[in-house]
């Protein structure tokens, strides 16, 4: 019996965003007109690129991963090159230290930071704000100033602030990263914002929030189906590659950072916090996300191994 | 594939003589979409519409089911291709592979170990749906008597795996009566197999060399009435897998290909070098299509995570899980510690029990029942207000777990502060942030 697979015949595709360039290498994400893996009916375009997560400041880490990266995570420049020999295809700086509540640095800081990463490391690069506005507005725009012509990536554009954000990528040619809770109108909206502003679509990625395993990753992995059937559809509001952070959402949560007084029915800690990542990241992969934002270098390279295996 | 009102309507007699109790043949129609009545109650149908009605009225892809007694397994039955779309029904099978290779006393530890475990996600409890037992010995009589010891050992549904049907045949005379699945038909043995399903009326598991010799094999197998069948289609890497399961998926629900409409069966274990590509591989059949999942090895560091993923990607999506209404202790909190008040929208309160912890401050959570509103629906909807806090603070006693009087409100319904003063006097009301991320340097500003 010969059995007829079914195709289906999309009309979108995802964009390519391209990050780096000038002085670094240079990195395409995105660009598939299929759903993940199905390179029987279409090309599943560049595989999910993995980013690694690192901190200007020694960030809360539960033991298990703070002891992964050692005092490396005491200076962002010596962590990034790290980060670079555990296989990051990127690297996603966060400005924990301008919040508030943690130290409430400023530009000045931010300029910095951003210039001792871009001189350790050649590859691509994203710099993420406290995630407070009026902060993000002030240290994105000097990480922006002190990036030009290294075309990074800037976030959360987020619908609050997007106005800021979205003009110093326009003007230094950076990559808007569009932030949105866990709700595929607001997201496509933002991208609409985004859009209308003047940032191209090639140069906008979009974050529609992200759920560690059971912590809501079903709405993240259905809201990612969904955009991505929109996509598809040939919906270019929705065509905006997909940013996840499968890596920060499960440290924060109890299963992978608490060791003691939890049932012995949730197995070796050890085992178990590095699962947990793992299974976030493959949901979310699976659901279709074109960039992971990791954390532990094992995870790293299991995710980097899932996603050779999902393409071959 | 189910049909619409209108489309059974074309092929009814349209005379409207009411003989099937209703008053025309589209109101007829209307109930046989609906699954509401019989197509028998039909004097006049024709033969050829009734071939058409039976054959698009039975479901595309089999429900089939595996043991006897209560914690027998059901598994396939689904209708959609994305979670999204409406629901999955029936929960990935979570089965454990244990071999007659093994001395006695590993397999019965084994056994124990599986059948016992248990474990607690959101109010729900969770275990291992089956073992299966693998004839690795190529020893009837021993394959036979390994079956015999698990079965005395556990409750849970079998599933004898043997390409032998010599084999097969001795294990199932031992335990037939426990209904266990049978895998390992395959072209070379399919006929006896068939023999064995049938006079056992057990399910069957089929591996074809892809999805030609598959359809071809699972086509024999219900043309000779054993209709309870999961499939393998031979394929174990992640890639080749997960194009071959969704075409399975799509072949049976978009196209109504019958040789393709049973669940499947998958092998994580099989092509996996180490805990952690197993667990990968395993929480891809979850999301991708597998409908009975049988790991080679038992760690309750993979099978939790697995539980969690499974509870995740098949919870309807339309029906938020949600919390039991109570005072939940997060991290050590203790008469001191700040009381804080949610709803019981699972997502909520996982959100805030997440910050919460983080923030490194024991404290205490109330979670009042909103029918899985979040926090503003909630309010919205009139099942957010001071009097159902109130009620919940009496009903639940807090005053017995804490010694102050304060109330930490979510700062999306700080309007409730001045009813909520009235209602609980003695209480002193305190505004927390709109942001559940906040809660930590909340904590550092205000709770001293």
């Known amino acids: ?312 | 594939m189910a049909l619409t009102g209108i489309q059974i309507y074309k092929v009814l007699p349209k005379t409207n003589c009411k003989k099937c109790g209703l008053p025309t043949c589209l109101a007829f129609a209307m109930k046989l979409a609906q699954g509401q009545a019989e197509l028998s109650l039909c004097p006049d149908v024709s033969d050829e519409a009734r071939v058409s009605l039976e054959a698009a009225s039975r479901p595309p892809m089999r429900l089939v089911t595996i043991g006897a007694g209560a914690k027998k397994l059901e598994v396939g039955g689904e209708t959609m291709m994305f979670r999204h779309e409406k629901t999955f029904f029936h929960p990935a099978a979570l089965v454990v592979r244990i071999r007659d290779t093994a001395p006695d006393t590993t397999i019965v530890e084994a056994v124990q170990e599986a059948t016992s475990y248990s474990v607690e996600r959101v109010g729900m409890t969770f275990g291992i749906d089956g073992i299966a037992i693998q004839n690795d010995s190529g020893d009837g009589a021993r394959f036979a008597t390994v079956a015999q010891i698990i079965k005395d050992k556990t409750d849970l549904p079998l599933i004898l795996m043997s390409t032998d049907p010599a084999a097969m045949n001795t294990a199932l005379d031992r335990v037939h009566d426990a209904k266990p699945a049978i895998y390992g038909a395959n072209r070379n043995n399919i006929d006896q197999m068939i023999d064995l399903a049938k006079k056992h009326g057990v399910a069957m598991g089929i591996r074809g060399n892809g999805l030609d010799e598959l359809a071809e094999l699972s086509e024999k197998a219900a043309g000779a009435g054993v209709e309870s069948l999961m499939l393998d289609p031979g394929a174990r890497g992640l890639g080749d897998s997960l194009r071959v399961l969704t075409q399975m998926r799509r072949l049976a629900i978009k196209k109504g290909f019958r040789p393709m409409g049973f669940p499947t069966i998958t092998f994580p274990g099989e092509g996996a070098a180490s805990l952690d590509e197993q667990a990968i591989l395993a929480a891809h059949y979850i999301a991708k299509y597998g409908s009975i999942i049988v790991l080679d090895t038992f760690s309750p560091a993979m099978i939790y995570p697995l539980i969690t993923l499974r509870l995740n990607i098949y919870t309807d999506p339309q029906k938020p899980i949600q919390m039991a209404a109570g005072i939940y202790p997060i991290g050590n909190a203790t008469a001191d510690s700040p009381f804080c008040v949610t709803t019981n929208f699972s997502l909520t309160y996982f959100t805030i029990a997440g910050e919460l912890e983080a923030s490194g401050v024991p404290s205490w959570l109330m979670v009042c029942d909103t029918e899985g509103l979040s926090v503003l629906t909630a309010w919205s909807a009139g099942k957010f207000d001071a009097e159902k806090i109130a009620k919940t603070v009496m009903d639940q006693d807090a005053p017995s777990k804490i010694n102050h009087r304060k109330m930490i409100l979510p700062g999306r319904v700080a309007i409730l502060k001045g009813e909520l003063e009235n209602e609980l006097p003695d209480w002193k009301i305190l505004v927390g942030p709109a942001e559940a991320m906040d809660i930590g340097g909340w904590f550092r500003k205000n709770w001293t």
């Open chain 1, 1 to 312: 019996m010969t059995v007829e697979i079914p195709i289906e015949k999309w009309t979108g595709k995802i964009q390519e965003v391209t990050l780096g360039g000038g002085g670094r290498k240079k990195l395409v994400i995105g660009g598939a007109a299929t759903l993940p893996g199905l390179k029987f009916e279409g090309s599943t375009g560049n595989p999910t690129r993995v980013a690694i997560e690192i901190h200007d400041c020694e960030p809360q880490y539960p033991t298990l991963l703070r002891s992964a990266w050692g005092d490396a995570v005491k200076d962002p420049a010596v962590w990034a090159k790290k980060a670079a020999q555990a296989g990051a295809e990127i690297i996603c700086l966060r400005l924990t230290s301008a919040h508030p509540e943690n130290g409430n640095t400023g530009a000045a800081e931010a300029r910095v930071t951003v210039q001792k990463v871009l001189s350790a490391v050649d590859l691509p690069l994203i710099v993420m704000g406290p995630g407070v506005a009026e902060k993000d507005n002030l240290v994105l725009m000097a990480a922006s100033e002190a990036a030009k012509g290294e075309r990074i990536a800037l976030g959360p554009c987020e619908e609050k602030n997007y106005r800021t954000c979205a003009a110093v990528c326009i003007s230094d040619g950076h990559v808007a990263i569009a932030k949105s809770p866990l709700d595929i109108n607001l997201a496509k909206q933002l991208n609409l914002l985004v859009a209308d502003v003047g940032v191209p679509l090639s140069s906008i990625l979009m974050d529609p929030d992200t759920g560690a395993l059971g912590y809501g990753l079903e709405y993240a992995y259905s809201i990612i189906e969904r955009l991505k059937l929109a996509a598809l559809m040939d919906d270019s509001m929705c065509q905006m590659p997909i940013i996840s952070h499968p890596g920060p959402e499960t440290w924060r949560q109890k299963e992978a950072r608490t060791a003691d007084g939890v049932p012995s029915a949730w197995g070796r800690s050890e085992e178990r916090a590095l699962i947990w990542e793992e299974l976030t990241a493959t949901a979310l992969i699976e659901a279709g996300s074109d960039l992971v934002v990791m954390c532990h270098p094992k995870a790293v390279e299991a995710i980097k191994n899932t996603i050779s295996k999902l393409n071959a």
